[in-house]
């Protein structure tokens, strides 16, 4: 039985050079793949699945887990609305699970304004979650998740984020973020506002992207 979790999900502590996993991971092929990187600390009843620092956290959404359906979405919105996590969703995007990807991705980048990296698998995940642990590990004015909050999705993070649009790759991404710095503003923008950083045909799938999921 999983424990009854609290109403708002809060930081914990998190030793400089550890993750606080969730007890659900131990022995799993993620895990394993974070030997000898990183050193794991397993605890019970966690909101998130990772924490990598006291106020950041990774909340990773199985294959299994979008192919049940929404259920994985509450998790989600409870870091979202604690106000004191800035959380990461991780999601595996596979063959069997990929026509339910535009949903989460839509929820988690336009409804919620989170970042969202799509994965192959557990290895993969692993790969990047020492990634991002080695981005807190650099001294606070380079660190993004220990800026402004308003600045907290940024480089690598967005950047990958806006990149899932179609039709838009790694340059134009980087275009796009130094006109608007925010998925925010971002959406909003008119095809007008588009056209000159990355030309009519990208603006129109740009603006029909955001449109069609409102």
């Not at 009854?4 to 007890?23: I, Q, T, W």
């Not at 924490?51 to 950041?56: D, H, I």
Request: charged letters at 20%; aromatic letters at 8%.
């Amino acid at each position: 039985m999983e424990k009854n979790l609290p109403e708002g999900a809060g930081p914990v502590h998190v030793p400089f050079g550890h993750v606080v996993a969730n007890e659900k991971w131990r022995g799993s092929q993620l895990a394993q793949g974070l030997q000898g990187k990183i050193k794991l600390v397993f605890e019970d009843g966690l909101t998130p699945d990772f924490y990598l620092t006291s106020r950041s956290c990774i909340l990773y959404v199985t294959e299994a887990d979008l192919v049940a359906g929404n259920g994985y979405r509450k998790r989600i919105v409870r870091v979202r609305n604690s106000g004191n996590l800035q959380g990461i969703v991780v999601v595996e995007k596979t063959q069997i699970n990929e026509q339910y990807f535009p949903a989460i991705q839509k929820f988690t980048v336009l409804d919620l304004g989170m970042v969202l990296l799509p994965v192959a698998n557990q290895m993969e995940a692993s790969g990047l979650i020492v990634q991002l642990v080695q981005e807190h590990s650099k001294e606070p004015s380079k660190n993004p998740f220990l800026r402004k909050k308003r600045a907290l999705l940024s480089e690598p993070y967005l950047l990958r984020t806006v990149q899932q649009i179609p039709g838009v790759g790694k340059v134009k991404a980087s275009l796009l973020l130094q006109k608007f710095p925010s998925i925010q503003q971002l959406s909003n923008a008119s095809v007008q506002e588009l056209e000159p950083v990355v030309g009519q045909v990208v603006a129109q799938q740009i603006y029909t992207f955001f449109t069609q999921s409102r």
